[in-house]
């Protein structure tokens, strides 16, 4: 019984990890960058605070890389 409850759990902590891994952005201006409006579709409770954090590079824009490494630090998490 304990090996079924313990094999339980990991499924449940592996299936929220694949969820969190799932979460897309689109670009949907083409531009080949996220604006704080694009991410909020993914991330509804975004605020400009966490934007700033993301945005490495202080340009106003998300890039893939920046994206990228904000969702494996999980400053991003979806909801």
């Known amino acids: ?7 339980l ?5 592996l299936s929220a990890g694949l969820a969190q891994a799932q979460v897309t952005v689109e670009d949907t201006d083409g531009n080949g960058s996220y ?3 694009e991410l909020m579709v993914a991330y509804p409770d975004l605020t400009e605070d966490v ?3 993301v945005d490495a590079d202080g340009d106003g824009e998300v890039s893939a ?3 990228s490494a904000a969702q ?3 400053i991003l998490v979806a909801n």
Do not use: I
């Open 1 to 7: 019984m304990k090996t079924f409850f313990g094999t």
């Open 9 to 13: 759990t990991t499924v449940a902590v």
């Open 35 to 37: 604006s704080m409006e």
């Open 51 to 53: 934007f700033g954090e």
């Open 65 to 67: 890389d920046e994206l």
């Open 72 to 74: 494996e630090a999980e």
